[in-house]
Nanobody, 127 residues
Framework: QVQLEESGGGLVQAGGSLRLSCAAS????????LAWFRQAPGKERECVAS????????YYPDSLNGRFTISTNNAKNTVSLQMASLKPDDTAVYYC????????????????????WGKGTLVTVSS
């Protein structure tokens, strides 16, 4: 059974940086893409970064203006999200996500693309 466990959330001041990590276990037998989503109170869950199985393709919404960077290790069992120049609007619960795929360059962009979710980690950015 696939399990995703996030770590690294916390309180940070505006303009600061934070790195989230997610440990993926049980994902064997097929290729998959990994992603980070976030959900702020009263808002829809949105994708903030995703990376393909090959690692050659990444996705970020234009609204982030290059402030976030997603990466995986060679074993593809850890996915990280480096966040820089954080703003109060970045305050949200951040979720690690995994999608099975036969396309090694596929990157998920919407919550309905996702097969598994972590429990989330809270990031609070103070002004």
């Amino acid at each position: 059974q696939v399990q995703l466990e996030e770590s690294g959330g916390g309180l940070v001041q505006a303009g600061g940086s934070l790195r989230l990590s997610c440990a993926a276990s049980g994902a064997t037998g097929s290729s998959y893409a990994l992603a980070w989503f976030r959900q702020a109170p009263g808002k829809e869950r949105e994708c903030v970064a995703s990376i393909s199985w090959s690692g050659a393709t990444t996705y970020y919404p234009d609204s982030l203006n290059g402030r976030f960077t997603i990466s995986t290790n060679n074993a593809k069992n850890t996915v990280s999200l480096q966040m820089a120049s954080l703003k109060p609007d970045d305050t949200a619960v951040y979720y690690c996500a995994l999608t099975w795929t036969g396309d090694t360059d596929y990157v998920p962009k919407a919550r309905y693309n996702i097969d598994y979710w972590g429990k989330g980690t809270l990031v609070t950015v103070s002004s």
